[in-house]
């Protein structure tokens, strides 16, 4: 929906699934990043293409992916990341407690933080020094610090999927501790908002919607109209 709402407005678009549709793998595990790699590389050919502008949205786990991209290309102008991630988590669902890639690239498992685990232990204290210093050394963990691409994070205080507000700050902080002068992350929490607040301003939430994803009704669909502005915005801007 997002993308055919982009595209009515003018961009150039790509809706891309990368499971459970079609050939894809059913579930989310070891989907290779070079599917991803594939599809800029397409796109960059349309003829309507202007290939020096190329933005990446993605939103939960496609946040992992999104941001993971601007760590290996240097061709993409602009990255979304929407109730973002700060690492490469686990495949879903999780088997017999075994922890299995979700992400492969050069044929070589991305080794996966495991969030949920982390989520666990730390999401009733959100004490962000703490949660820093417990992945200091963890292995999955983005390298935001990487990307020169302008970065987008919206996130929600009131997330029930996972803790956004916490890992965009991470990434923020990240990208801060390791570049000290560099300014390439804008950042925007919604507080009383969930998981579910982007997208189309027209299509609003019902309480069905929030009760699984956070936030309240009036606050996610008051947040659709406000984070669809500061997408449009952050895709214009130079």
Same mark, same amino acid.
Do not use: C, F, M, Q
């Given at each position: 929906m997002i993308a055919k709402r982009l595209s $009515? =407005?003018?961009y150039l678009c790509m809706a891309l699934a990368y499971f459970n549709f079609e050939d894809l793998p059913l579930k989310l595990n070891r989907i290779k990043i070079e599917y991803f790699l594939n599809a800029i590389d397409y796109l960059k050919t349309h003829k309507n293409s202007i290939s020096e502008k190329i933005s990446i949205i993605g939103i939960s786990r496609g946040s992992e992916s999104a941001l993971f991209l601007g760590t290996i290309r240097n061709d993409i102008n602009k990255i979304v990341a929407i109730m973002p991630s700060n690492s490469m988590n686990e495949a879903l669902p999780v &088997? #017999? #407690? %075994?922890l $299995?890639? !979700?992400? @492969?690239y050069n #044929? *070589? =498992? @991305?080794t996966p933080y495991n969030y949920f685990y982390w989520d666990q232990i730390t999401n009733k204290e959100n004490k962000i020094i703490r949660i820093e210093n417990l992945i200091k050394n !963890? $292995?999955?963990i983005i390298p935001i610090e990487k990307i020169n691409? %302008? @970065?987008?994070l919206i996130s !929600?205080? *009131? =997330? &029930?999927l996972w803790n956004s507000k916490i890992m965009a700050k991470l990434i923020l902080r990240r990208n801060m501790? @390791? #570049?000290k002068i560099k300014n390439n992350i804008e950042i925007y929490n919604y507080e009383n908002s969930g998981h579910f607040a982007y997208g189309i301003p027209e299509i609003q939430l019902t309480q069905d919607d929030v009760n699984i994803a956070g936030g309240t009704v009036i606050d996610n669909n008051k947040s659709r109209k406000i984070i669809w502005n500061k997408l449009n915005a952050f895709l214009k801007s130079e």
């Open positions: $009515e =407005d003018g &088997k #017999n #407690n %075994k $299995e890639p !979700a992400w @492969i #044929n *070589k =498992d @991305i !963890a $292995e999955g691409s %302008k @970065i987008l !929600a205080g *009131k =997330d &029930k501790r @390791i #570049n």
